[in-house]
């Protein structure tokens, strides 16, 4: 079956490190998404892509970055330029109309000590 | 810029009752509008969407949303709720020009038994 995969699940990390959470997906999908989530603040935009080797900047790109080198993948690079990466960071994929809604992964669970 | 808002942060229906979440947005044209839910830990799953035809739209696990143009609202029903429906709930815009999605803050659902 198609679908998202993001990994790893849960993932620490020392504060200054760079980290990067991997996003796959099989569904031939042109669009991809990434979202970070806090409690009680839904679904912020970090980056989106349309197609690849092109992508741009979401409502809070600052201290992140992606690349879109292949259709299937878009990974994140959580940098140490971000002063508060502890949060839940979800991957989404869509066809370039956006009508059919997003597919989203179960999510990475990033903590920074 | 387009938005959305659910007014409701937290509702507490007890199981069998009925259910209506809140949604409001605001979009220049006619919007591409999506419901999803979420459990804990996990990632989104859509629930129905509209993006034009009958106002009444049918979704998975027996949910249903009306958009009504005069009221920018795209509200969520379910005519009885059971246990698993508890998670949380977001309404999300869909930005044609921009290819990207706004989301809600979310509506946690409690189910009292």
């Known amino acids: 079956d198609g679908g998202i995969t993001q990994s790893p699940k849960y993932l620490f990390r020392k504060e200054g490190q760079n980290v990067t959470l991997s996003c796959e997906q099989n569904?031939?999908?042109?669009?991809m998404y990434w979202y970070r989530q806090d409690p009680g603040q839904g679904l912020r935009l970090i980056y989106y892509s349309q197609i690849v080797n092109d992508f741009q900047k979401g409502d809070i790109a600052e201290g992140y970055s992606v690349s879109r080198e292949k259709k299937e993948s878009f990974p994140l690079t959580v940098t140490s330029a971000q002063k508060n990466p502890t949060a839940f960071y979800l991957c989404a994929s869509s066809i370039p109309t956006g009508g059919i809604g997003y597919t989203f992964g179960s999510g990475t669970r990033l903590t920074v000590v | 810029a387009q938005s959305v808002t659910q007014p409701d942060i937290h509702i507490t229906v007890s199981e069998g009752a009925s259910l209506e979440l809140r949604c409001n947005y605001s979009?220049?044209?006619?919007?591409?509008l999506f419901w999803y839910v979420q459990s804990p830990g996990q990632g989104l799953q859509l629930l129905l969407k509209y993006f034009s035809g009958d106002t009444l739209v049918q979704g998975i696990k027996g949910f249903e949303a009306e958009f009504k143009r005069s009221q920018s609202s795209f509200n969520l029903r379910k005519p009885s709720v059971h246990w698993s429906d508890a998670a949380e709930y977001f309404c999300?815009?869909?930005?044609?020009?921009?290819?990207?999605?706004?989301f809600g803050d979310g509506t946690t659902l409690t189910v009292k038994p």
């Open positions: 999300a815009v869909y930005n044609t020009n921009a290819g990207k999605s706004t």
């Open positions: 979009y220049g044209a006619t919007p591409y």
């Open positions: 569904l031939n999908h042109d669009a």
